[in-house]
Structure formats: structure tokens, C-alpha cells
């Protein structure tokens, strides 16, 4: 019997320890738990992968004169691409197609920076006077019962927006099927 009251006690002592426990750690009913330590997620401003055409287009560096070399200085805007383009008539992307008197080029923006890449201006490609056109984001919203007519809701769209010889095309990409829209790049006008 001697060697079994300290086993006796030992278990008694673990059974109020429990029970103990279970009183301290128990929520009260009419309160809700709450936890009040680990890992907490901390939410910053989201910054949009979307950009707009005004800001592509002022961010190129060649295409803002250069005090030291003028002959670098972008003077002709031919072709201009938007890489899926939000509802807002921002991109994730721009390409401009862009020449100087060293030649063509192709210059891509996006949230990493510019890109350059070679490229030769089709024969013929006129000049896009951008003073004179009507923007993407102002295109989108003067457009938008045309563009968003009525989407899939299941199937997300993509949206590319090129403008080429004054003309905008707008490609919107739905599962496996497409249509097309084209814009007056002058003033805005859906063409039938």
C-alpha cells in the first residue's frame, strides 16, 4: 500500500490540474474568444499593376529631350499598343513604336521600367499626333456601353487597345471568342 499512495496522489494531482485548467481556459459564453498573439497580417496600400497612358508616356526616357545629346530626342510616335487593358483604359503594359533620327524603335512599359527593342516602322506608318487624339482612359469612357455591352460573368475578358493610322482597335478576348471594335482616334467615335 506504500508504494501506491504516491501514485494515487500523483493522479489526483493531475485530474485538478485539468480541471483547473479547463475553468481558466474556458471562454465565457456570453463573451467570443479572441486571440491576442502569433502572426498578424498587415495590409499596406496595394499598388495597381495597371498604368495609365499619360503616365507610360511621360515615364519614357527617350522620349523626353536630353539637354546633352538632342539627336536621341524621340520625335515621332507611330504605333502605340495597351496590354490588357482594365475598364479604366490603363494597361498593364505600353508599347510605343517610336522613331528619331537615328532610326526606329520600340520602347515597352510596364511597372519594371522600359524596355527598348529593335524595330523597323512599316513603310507608310504616319505620324500619331498625341496632342490630337482622344486618350485611352477618355476612349473607354465615352465608349463604355459599346465595350462592356454585356460580359460574361464566368469568363473574364482581356482587353488590347492599339492605335495605328489614326484608327483605334480594340481586341476583347472572352474565353475562345473575340470581337473587334474599332475607334476614331480623332474624335472617339465608334466605327460600324
Known sequence: MHKSVPMIFAILALVVLIVCSAC?????????S?????LTQILGPVESPYISFDTARQNLPSYQPDPENTSDFIKTIYYFTGLDVDESGNARSWIFG???SNGTE???YDQSGVITLPWDAPPGAEEIDIDNIVSPDRLFSQ???AIFGSPSHTIPERRD?????GVYTLTITSGNTSRILNFN????ELIP
Not at 481558466?24 to 467570443?32: E, G, S, V
Not at 479572441?34 to 502569433?38: A, H, S
Open 185 to 188: 482616334a480623332t474624335t472617339g
Open 24 to 32: 481558466i481556459l474556458q471562454a465565457p459564453a456570453n463573451q467570443t
Open 106 to 108: 520600340m520602347l515597352a
Open 143 to 145: 465608349n463604355s456601353p
Open 34 to 38: 479572441r486571440q491576442n498573439g502569433g
Open 98 to 100: 517610336m522613331g528619331n
Open 161 to 165: 487597345l492599339e492605335l495605328r493610322r
